[in-house]
């Protein structure tokens, strides 16, 4: 039996009238997330575009940049629009969009070069989110930090809108994917017992989640693990008597592997699975900038690390940086941060 969502714990049912308001109206709809797209946010772009075509919008998805090559299989993938690839078609759409859906970021900067065009756009935004700290750029919105993925509350979003029956096969394995994805397979804090109604909901109308389990971890290229086994082997730095440890990979070293998106997703929570260790740090190579990922367990924040020294943001144990320096400054500076990560590790106990 589906369960009723217009009353979940984390959607208000005066923000679905708001979003039904709003959307009554439109007829161009842009769905976008954030840039370096992960599981949650292609999975909720392409599950949003899907539930609005149902309601006969027009509508495309945007993102900044393609997701890595374990999500190419997700359907819907192949109608996306890159802006790095095509960025004139998406100017053009995001400046004749009556409304915009920002899904699984919360502020503009998490769309890189994409950012100009989300701002300068007319029309009216709607976002669907659980980071936390939003900026104030939308009309309506559906944000709960507490909610364990995006996807979990977006699916909470279409069936309080009434589209409990769009959710048929292929929608069911995009949102499973967001929720699978940004949960670690179930096993992050923020896992709740709605989240496993929610997927139960799904199995129960047909969804398959072993395939799309073996869809994004039943192969992996080769190059994928021999780069994983390099990085463990040759760049884990680890400090017991900080409860640390630190992964880094040049860009020779990725060239080494042929790398490809996606390759490196949880390195960083190899290094944090450690005996002992309490937070986690992998950085790379890419382009100008070294791309950090914290994670963290228990009090201590990864978001607050990485607001304070990277200028990043993200969950209290997950979060993302970069830094336009080297990557043997960005290392350099995180082992002389050991004696501070240790203090505030100690004072999170």
Known sequence: MQTNFSSHPLVNTS????????????????????????????????????????????????????????????????????????????????????????????????????????????????????????????SAQVHAPACSSTAELLYAVIVGLGGADAVDNDMAALLYTGIMTDTGSFRFPGVTPTTHLIVADMIAAGLEHAKVHEHIHGEAPLDRLRLNAFALNERLEVFPEFHTALIHLTAADMGRFDYRPGYTEGLVNQALGIKGIRFAVFAKEGGERVKMSFRSIGSFSARAFAEEHFDGGGHHNAAGGASSESIDVVMAKLRGLLPQIQTQLLAAQ
């Open 15 to 138: 923000d679905l009238e708001a979003f039904q308001h709003i959307l009554d109206k439109a007829h161009s709809i842009v769905v976008t997330s954030h840039r370096s797209p992960d599981g949650d946010a292609v999975g909720c772009a392409l599950a949003m575009t899907s539930y609005l075509r149902t309601q006969g919008k027009s509508v495309t998805t945007i993102l900044p940049d393609p997701p890595d090559e374990a999500l190419m299989w997700m359907p819907g993938v192949e109608d996306i629009v890159y802006y790095a690839e095509d960025s004139r078609q998406a100017d053009e759409l995001m400046a004749n969009a009556d409304v915009l859906f920002a899904l699984d970021y919360n502020r503009f900067e998490r769309l890189g070069r994409m950012s100009h065009a989300a701002r300068k756009s007319p029309g009216k935004w709607l976002l669907v989110d659980h980071h936390e700290l939003p900026d104030n750029f939308q």
